[in-house]
RNA sequence: GCUGCUGUGGCACAGUCGGUAGCGCACCUCAUUGGUAGUGAGGAGGUCACCGGUUCGAUUCCGGUCAGCAGCUCCA
């Protein structure tokens, strides 16, 4: 593919770049539609994403519906069709305002006045679409083949939630009219295996508006998931070393404004409810709790690290437009732990929370995520704790850690906790942005605020340092990863029912009671279907509503042999084990934690 | 929270250019006793999210509220 460079030259584009040319261009096309339907349309960025591309644009108070968008694809289509080419000039900064500003185009104005002095300021321009642009491009419309426009939305300009809401149209470009379909497909499914769906077709979990929002419940299905999972991270952490506590859902608000969370989070807090004389609020997190039992008594430097964890419920009162399901919501349950260390423990405690992180992983086999040592913005003055030197100190044994322990990452800036940098372990869902599974983060500033102390080897007090670090992150939240992840397939260890005993017919109904029982006796999660319906019919039905690992199908056949026909759900293969042999598989297999 | 879209039985959807609604799955009953992805017949279930307005009449049109979804912002 050909493009046009904003030097004016043309040539053969690399072929990494070709698409987000392709889909940069798109964007262009749509705005000339737009402008075609809605002359008094002013435009913002309008840059290529990951599969497409969007324009921010003041449309004033029009409100886009979807028959506008087929309105605007079609109108795309026919800019397509007139094949115009792609031409190129620059313009001196005055002459670019002074164009833009004559053609209304203020967003694009204001835009000349962020570039560096040094900049040459391109525009591109096909038919009587002119847009101030450093390009590349295509070199003539009919370059686009295959794109669709997937909705509109709002943004901000600038990002900036002070300015102005902009008109955001979204859309997605390939190559080819194929590409494009099994895009679609891809996103379809990717739907399909949403945990929100998945969890009311299973029955995991439910919402009700009368509970309120953001407050899932986990019925017997998902709650049998979530037994296991504190199970086994609590098994975990004891043979690490750790201590768990129980701690309550309420604090008061003096021990929010001990730790600073209150100056900075009291918006996302629940209110304060005041009672005799006291003021509480739901806590949004443990650290606080967990720093008073370290408080509760005297500690020697004999006694660090000392690790205390908890599966923590806490209440955060997020925006209602970010709840997601158990993705996202206004209670949920911590994985939590807070290691209290020496400065010369940091090293050795991080470097153990990352391996547990790894190790955890190895057991889901959850190998897509990124990790990112998140840093302050040491511009910003009001989010973060003021103290260059625990900052310089913090990020600097945070970043030597992961490199010595030869872990990619990237950097990002002002995305570290008030209190210190983390590192963060980020996933990316079925449907929506990344989010952070696990974290780890280095904490100088509560054990300081909590006056928190131990004696030394030197017999002086000194102040310990706090390890935060979560690794299934919120048990809500792992769970709708694994739910996304295995489509609702769980591994036997974790499946809600792991084997379901399906009768052929009422004659061999004594005998499955029989199966039933005695697996249920060992412990296992097992459920009857004696219902009166055809096996196919029950086959059906125990996989495709509840993705059972094991069926195991009893009819006078197995009654007369004294076995079971075992219907593997990976392989739909039917294998006849004794009742005994069957039990030690599945036991076997639970124990390996692994399929 | 902001912008936009959506809201019809438990679930997934039709439909009504304004005259109070259907299909499939699930559920219940009966018959069938069946061998590896849907046995047949019958039945019950909805004041079409809620509140107001327009109208002889609103599930349908208009306004508001609530909820869901997408994106933005945020995520200790």
């Known amino acids: 593919m050909k493009i046009l460079y904003n030097d004016g030259h043309v040539e053969e584009c690399a072929k990494e770049m070709e698409l987000e040319v392709l889909r940069h261009s798109t964007a262009h096309i749509m705005a000339q539609a737009v402008k075609r339907l809605y002359p008094d349309t002013h435009f913002a960025y309008g840059p290529a994403t990951d599969n497409g591309f969007y324009y921010d644009m003041d449309l004033g108070d029009r409100a ?174 004891q043979m690490l070393g750790y201590q768990h506590v129980m701690t309550p859902c309420v604090g008061t608000v003096g021990l929010y ?26 806590r949004p997190m443990n650290c606080p709790h967990h720093m008073m039992i370290y408080a509760n008594q005297p500690h020697s430097y004999r006694d660090l690290p000392l690790r205390i964890g908890e599966i923590a419920h806490d209440f955060r ?26 400065p010369e423990q940091i090293k050795e405690e991080v470097s153990s929370v990352v391996d547990l992180i790894f190790d955890v992983y190895k057991d889901f086999g959850i190998t897509d995520y990124r990790c990112v040592l998140s840093l302050r913005d040491p511009e910003d003055k009001v989010k973060y704790y003021q103290d260059d030197e625990m900052w310089q100190r913090a990020e600097t044994a945070l970043r030597d850690v992961l490199k010595d322990l030869d872990i990619e990452f990237t950097e990002e800036i002002g995305e570290a906790a008030f209190y210190g940098p983390k590192l963060d372990v980020n996933v990316r869902p079925a449907v929506g942005a990344e989010y952070t599974l696990s974290t780890c983060q280095l904490d100088f500033c509560l054990p300081a605020k909590f006056d928190l102390k131990y004696i030394d080897s030197d ?23 694994l739910i996304e992840e295995t ?92 009742v005994e042999a069957f039990i030690e598989k599945v036991h076997q297999e639970i124990q390996n934690h692994s399929r």
Request: with cysteine; aromatic share 10%.
């Open 459 to 481: 017999s002086t007090e000194k102040t310990p340092v706090v390890l935060h670090r979560a690794i299934l992150g919120s048990l809500d939240r792992f769970m709708a990863y």
């Open 487 to 578: 489509k609702g397939n769980f591994p036997l260890w974790l499946a809600p029912v792991q084997i379901k005993v399906l009768s052929v017919s009422e004659k061999s109904l004594d005998y499955a009671r029989k199966v039933y029982q005695t697996l249920r006796d060992e412990g296992l999660r097992v459920e009857l279907d004696d219902r009166n319906e055809k096996i196919g019919y029950k086959i059906r039905s125990a996989r495709q509503d509840e993705k059972v690992p094991y069926m195991i199908i009893v009819g006078e056949k197995e009654i007369e042999q004294n076995n079971i026909s075992v219907r593997d759900r990976e392989t739909n293969q039917t294998t006849a084990y004794s």
């Open 317 to 342: 009162f997020e925006p209602s437009g970010t709840l997601k399901g158990i993705e996202r919501g206004r209670h949920f349950c911590q994985n939590d732990a807070h290691l209290f260390v020496t």
């Open 257 to 282: 404004q001990t730790s600073g969370h209150w100056a900075h989070y009291k918006e996302n807090m629940f209110p304060v409810m005041e009672l005799e004389d006291e003021a509480f609020v739901l």
């Open 64 to 237: 886009l519906s979807d028959d506008d968008l087929t309105a605007i694809e079609d109108e795309m289509k026919k800019i397509v069709k007139e094949n115009l080419p792609f031409k190129m000039f620059p313009l001196s900064r005055e002459e670019a305002v002074q164009l833009m500003q004559e053609r209304g185009e203020t967003y694009k104005a204001e835009h000349i006045g962020d570039l560096p002095e040094d900049v040459v300021i391109t525009f591109y321009q096909q038919g009587e679409y002119i847009d101030m642009c450093r390009g590349p491009h295509i070199t003539y419309t009919k370059a686009l083949k295959a794109f669709k426009l997937t909705g509109v939305s709002g943004a901000y300009w600038k990002n900036n939630k002070e300015n102005k809401m902009l008109t955001r149209i979204n859309g997605v470009a390939f190559f080819s009219k194929d590409e494009l379909a099994d895009y679609e497909k891809r996103m379809a499914e990717a739907k399909a295996r949403d945990h929100r769906r998945i969890g009311r077709q299973m029955k995991l979990f439910m919402t009700d508006d009368l509970i309120g929002k953001g407050l899932p419940m986990f019925l017997p299905k998902g709650y049998a998931i979530w037994q296991q999972l504190e199970d086994y991270i609590k098994e975990k952490e």
